[in-house]
Each structure stands twice: as C-alpha cells, then as structure tokens.
C-alpha cells in the first residue's frame, strides 16, 4: 500500500472517509499494563523517551492492541527545553520540572547542542516506519512555542500559567525572543522527524486556553504559523495539524492564520461550531477523555453525536484531549470498535 493511501493522509487532504480514521491523543500510556512494565524498566521518564528500543515498544502497544490508524512517536514536548540544558526533570507526583529562564537565560540560550541531543528521537522515528503496518500513518509532533515557554518560564506547570502571562508583559522584547527561537527550533526538529519518516505532525499547543484574545494573535497564532511556514518551505508536502486546547471561538480563523491542513478540537468546542469549522478543512478530535473513563452509555452517546455531526465531512476521530491513566483499556476497545461501526 502506497503511503499516499494512508487513511489519517487521506483525510488530511480534506477526503472524507466513512467510518472516520481514529487515534488517541496519549494511546501510549499508563492506562495500558504492557506501558507501565516497559515504563518500570527504562529509568526515568526521559530515559524512556531517549531510548529507541523503549520508545519503539511503547509506540507501538496500542497499534497492536487497538489497530489505530496512526501512531504517535512517544516523547514528551519538553525534550526541547532538555536540549537546551534546562535541566528538565520528571519527579514522580509533581510533573515536569526544569530550572527556570530569565531574560538573561533567554539571551545566552545555546541552540548548538539541541539536534545532536535529539538523535535518539529520530533513531526512534526511523525504526518506528519499518516496523508498523504499512497502512499505519506515523505522526510526529512538538510542543507550540508558547506551551513549551510557559514551562521554561514557571520551571513547572502551573493552572494558569501566570508566570509566563506576567513575564510577557513585563519583559515583551525577551519574549518575543524567546517564542521565535522556540519557533525555529521545533520547526527543524519537525523537519528532522519528517525525513527520519513521520507521514504528518501535530503541534500541541495544550495551554492556549488561559490567553485573551490579543495575547493569543501573538503566541499562539504567530509562532506557530511561522514554524508550520518554515516546515512547509522546506517541505512542501508536509501535513500538519495544529491543537490549541481551550481556544474556544479563537479557532474560528486559527486554521488560516497558521497554515495548519487540520485543527484539533478540544471537547468544550460545541460541535455546531466545530461544523463551521470543518467546512474550511479537516478537523480532529474531540470525546470527552472522562467518557473514556466511564464508558457505557456516556462513552456511546459522546461517539454517537460527534459522528453524526462531523462524520459527514473531513474527520479525524481522537479525544479532545490526552486519554488519562485511569481509563479502562477494555473502554478503548469498546470506542474503536463503535467508530468503526460507524456509531453502532
């Protein structure tokens, strides 16, 4: 089977197929037994995403389990920071952590290092295409530049990303600085997963949510269009889908600010407007991953109505947001099933 015919390709194209291609955002993770044998062996959490042999098995538990129509390179956005020397560190009940950045920091950032740091990922990339089924799609990704600074800023996730809010207002210039070099860094490390052999891309930008309207024109929308600008003047027929979890009616013209072929849809997006939405390309998404987790009849009528309402145009089905380790796998067999019934 040619690569073009790949079904997550195909709908990326704007084709609409009939019952709609599916992946999980997470589909590799603690929800699944064989995930948390490999996870106990490998060390650290980075010790895991930095280990091909690793990062292959766990990548592809789920396609053997579920048959998804993609898998997802298994990394961790924050693997750019960690080129940078940040200091990123996983500690076991309180999330990523890294040492913080100040302007100073943003000024002496040392970019030198950061490809030659993620060589494993790509060795991952490139083992990940010869050993999936030809009809799998292979998705890479990378955090959006404002994600990934708000973390860099805060030295850890915070429910509001004040920090990063505050030192953009503060410090505007430093900023900017620091968005355009995350632009252009994860834009080579997108092109660097597309020639190791990733067939499309997602840029995730899972704190777009807590931005008012200027705010997110100009770190969310502009860096983002200028990395999905870079990737696509160096590869023209790259396919990329932009998430901005919690944007709300900000993605009303996000797809053609950025340049992105699909956008992801986060489950508060209200599927009348998520049609809207659709008729101007592909979009993906967007079940309630707490559906997941109390399946039966929640799970069922979640399917149902986002099939019936955006099953008629170009659809990539998936959650709106990463599935959670608490979600039954039994549950997951249960959704794939029920999308590729076409809702029965």
């Known amino acids: 089977m040619s690569g073009t015919r790949r079904k997550i390709l195909r709908v990326l194209e704007g084709e609409t197929l009939s019952p709609p291609p599916i992946w999980l955002m997470r589909q590799a993770g603690r929800y699944l037994p064989e995930y948390r044998q490999v996870r106990a062996k490998a060390g ?31 990394s961790d956005i924050l693997v750019i920071p960690d080129a940078m020397r940040r200091n990123v560190r996983f500690t076991e009940g309180h999330g990523p952590e890294m040492d913080p950045i100040d302007v100073g920091g943003i000024e002496r950032l040392d970019l030198t290092p950061v490809m030659e740091h993620l060589a494993p990922v790509m060795e991952t990339v490139r083992r990940l295409r010869l050993k999936l089924p030809d009809e799998t799609t292979l998705l890479g990704f990378c955090g959006a530049p404002w994600t990934v600074a708000t973390y860099m800023i805060a030295g850890h996730g915070t429910p509001d990303q004040a920090p990063a809010r505050l030192f953009a207002y503060k410090h505007p210039k430093a900023f900017e600085h620091l968005l355009a070099v995350l ?96 008729k101007d390309g592909p979009v993906q998404g967007n ?28 659809l990539i089905f998936n959650l709106g947001h990463g599935i959670t380790p608490q979600a039954d796998p039994e549950n997951v067999r249960l959704l794939v099933e029920r999308v590729r019934g076409g809702g029965r």
């Open 183 to 278: 632009a252009d860094i994860s834009a080579d490390y997108l092109v660097a997963q597309i020639d190791a052999g990733a067939d499309a891309v997602q840029i995730f930008d899972s704190w777009a949510g807590v931005l008012g309207e200027r705010e997110f024109a100009a770190y969310a929308v502009a860096p983002v269009a200028r990395m999905i600008a870079s990737v696509k003047a160096r590869r023209p027929k790259a396919r990329v889908i932009a998430f901005a979890k919690g944007a709300g009616y900000l993605l009303n013209d996000y797809r053609q600010k950025t340049g992105a072929d699909a956008i992801g849809l986060d489950w508060s997006v209200p599927l009348d407007f998520a049609v809207e939405l659709q």
């Open 287 to 314: 079940l309630d991953p707490m559906r997941v987790v109390a399946g039966g009849a929640a799970l069922s009528e979640g399917i149902d109505d986002i099939l019936q309402r955006l099953g008629s145009g170009p």
């Open 44 to 74: 650290s959490f980075l010790d895991l995403c930095y280990s091909p042999e690793h990062a292959v098995e766990v990548t592809l538990q789920p396609i053997r389990r579920y048959g998804f129509d993609a898998a997802i390179l298994f």
